[in-house]
């Protein structure tokens, strides 16, 4: 039977892994299907489809440049995010046995990843994409309910790996 600390390590490494697979296939999904999510970001940025009346209108952005260098950032910091965790995963799980010292101090590739991901999908999809270019406000390209997902589950994962072996 595994000991308490051993099924908590377990479970780290496990949400750290989940949340790098899901990152990785994220990344293949923007650039096999490159189009389709690039549209999502251009009608965000443009604000055509929330309320007319509303006065932040000269917020949006109407530049094929800063589409294309938006998504390519978004699709960099997800590649990113992806190595941090997956490289994470496999420190934890090659000190899965280690003693506590050394198994929180191979914490630090997943804590980055973790980072970058609550910088893409808090930051650039909820602030920025939320409030700035008021997503909120659209029916058709309103991207908040999978950041939202997203983030509690990179933040839960990140306040896991915050607690300490004993």
Not at 37 to 60: G, P
Not at 103 to 127: P, R
Request: charged share 15%; net charge neutral.
């Amino acid at each position: 039977m595994f000991s308490t600390t051993r099924l908590f390590r377990i479970a780290k490494t496990v949400s750290v892994s989940a949340i790098g697979i899901q990152s990785l296939f994220i990344v293949l999904g923007n650039i096999t299907d490159y189009d389709t999510n690039y549209q999502f970001v251009e009608h965000v940025l443009k604000m055509e489809t929330t309320f007319s009346h509303s006065r932040i209108h000269y917020r949006s952005l109407d530049n094929p440049i800063l589409f294309q260098a938006s998504y390519g950032l978004i699709i960099g910091l997800e590649m990113l995010m992806s190595g941090c965790c997956l490289r994470g995963s496999w420190l934890l799980i090659k000190h899965l046995k280690s003693d506590p010292i050394t198994f929180h101090a191979a914490k630090n590739w997943a804590v980055a990843g973790l980072t970058i991901g609550i910088l893409i999908w808090f930051l650039g999809f909820e602030v920025v994409g939320g409030e700035w270019f008021a997503m909120w406000q659209s029916t058709s390209w309103n991207g908040l309910t999978s950041a939202e997902r997203m983030v509690s589950f990179q933040v839960l994962t990140l306040l896991l790996l915050h607690h300490r072996d004993a």
